[in-house]
Structures are given as structure tokens and as C-alpha cells.
């Protein structure tokens, strides 16, 4: 069983926000950062899981992945892409003039939450979909399943505090150009800048599910060859 870290969301998201100078500490990678956010608790409670899920198992009937991971991708791609859309709709900058007649930010943040509350639930019933399918499917992927239910609670936690200060990232970043730029044209750049990093914490909290799918069609692609 391999497990793979989708990195390249979360590097490529301070140099989309202009903000690369505040970066995490140098020299750390994704999974040593990782590291740092488990407490004695969370340490435990993984190793337990761990242990659980190396002890010998009943073999039993498995359905195939193959009748489930074309119905899994699908549904990958119709979450991603009502996501997209939702982040694609025109933010209504009137509502956030400040008293000087200067646009300001607070449309941007109502829908950056507005947007939060959206797709957290409709990516979760989804990963939790896509575990179902794998811990019917075989053994191998019951164990990984299984895995990703461990793991969930642990990042979940973290990540709730996380996308908040995407928030202020981008506030900053919208004080800064309006701060450079002469008139109202600057801001179909932060637009852009603005649904680029929605985008990317889309991927972020997408990337869970794509290796679990990964997961199932590699097996597909394995039994096939067997056969």
C-alpha cells in the first residue's frame, strides 16, 4: 500500500496570493510540517489504527473494483465541477463600498465563507462515499479505507483552523493592490487571484479522495493485468 502526498496546491498558493515571503519555515516539507501537528493524543490514536489494520483478516467475497471506480470518478468530477462553478460566479462588489466610495473586501470574504460552508460538506460526503466503495471492493483497500478514517479526524482538526487565514491572506493581498493601483481596474486581477486560490484549496481538500479513486482504478488496472 503506497501513500502520496499532494503537495503542489499548497506551494503553489503563497506565490498565487504575491505573498511567497510567508511561506512556512524554510527547508520543511509538507510531512515533516505534518509532524508537527500531531499531539501525544493524535500519535496514539494513529498507531492504534495502524497496528489494527496490520493484524491478519478474514478473507472475503469482493464485488471488484472494477464495477465501482468508473461511478467513483464521475462523482469525483460532478463535485469538482459544481465547486468550479460556484467559484466562477461574480462576486456583487456594490454591497462592500466603503464610505469613501473605495471597494472593499467584505463581499469577497462573505462568499470566501459562503463558498467554505459549501463545498467542506460536499467534499466530505463524498470521501466518506468513496471509503464505502473501497472497504466493499478488497481487502488491500478496506486497509486503506479504513487508513483514511484514521487519518481524517486528525487533519480535520487542523484544517479547521487552517482555512480561515486563507481569509486574511487574500484580504492583505486586496489592501495591497488597492493600495498600488490608480482606480477600479486592479481589481479583475484580484478576481483572478482570488478564484486561483479558491481553486487550489479546492484541490487541497479534494486530494484525499483523488488518491483514494487512484487507489481503486490502480487495483482495476492490476487485476486486469492478472487476468
Not at 500531531?38 to 492504534?48: K, M, Q, S, V, Y
Not at 489494527?52 to 464495477?67: E, I, T
Not at 489592501?175 to 487550489?200: H, V
Request: charged share 25%; net charge neutral; proline share 7%.
Amino acid at each position: 500500500m503506497s501513500t502520496r502526498l499532494h503537495t503542489a496546491p499548497l506551494q503553489r498558493l503563497p506565490c498565487t496570493l504575491g505573498l511567497a515571503g510567508d511561506a512556512g519555515p524554510g527547508g520543511m516539507d509538507v510531512a515533516e510540517r505534518f509532524g508537527l501537528w500531531l499531539g501525544t493524543l493524535d500519535a496514539i490514536g494513529l498507531r492504534a489504527a495502524l497496528e489494527s489494520l496490520q493484524a491478519p483478516r478474514p478473507a472475503r467475497a469482493s464485488a471488484g473494483p472494477r464495477s465501482g471506480a468508473p461511478a467513483l470518478a464521475e462523482d469525483l468530477q460532478r463535485v469538482q465541477g459544481a465547486a468550479r462553478a460556484a467559484i466562477a460566479r461574480d462576486v456583487d462588489l456594490d454591497l462592500g463600498r466603503e464610505p469613501d466610495g473605495r471597494p472593499g473586501f467584505s463581499p469577497w470574504r462573505q462568499r470566501h465563507l459562503e463558498l467554505q460552508r459549501l463545498i467542506a460538506p460536499m467534499v466530505e460526503g463524498l470521501r466518506d462515499h468513496v471509503r464505502q466503495a473501497l472497504a466493499r471492493s478488497s481487502p488491500r483497500l478496506a486497509r486503506l479505507a479504513a487508513l483514511d478514517a484514521a487519518l481524517a479526524p486528525v487533519v480535520g482538526r487542523r484544517e479547521q483552523a487552517l482555512w480561515p487565514t486563507l481569509a486574511t491572506l487574500l484580504e492583505r493581498r486586496f489592501l495591497q493592490l488597492r493600495r498600488e493601483a490608480d482606480g477600479d481596474a486592479w481589481l479583475d486581477d484580484f478576481g483572478r487571484e482570488w478564484r486561483q486560490a479558491l481553486t487550489l484549496e479546492l484541490e487541497l481538500r479534494l486530494a484525499p479522495v483523488a488518491g483514494l479513486v487512484e487507489a481503486f482504478y490502480s487495483q482495476d488496472n492490476d487485476e486486469s493485468h492478472k487476468g
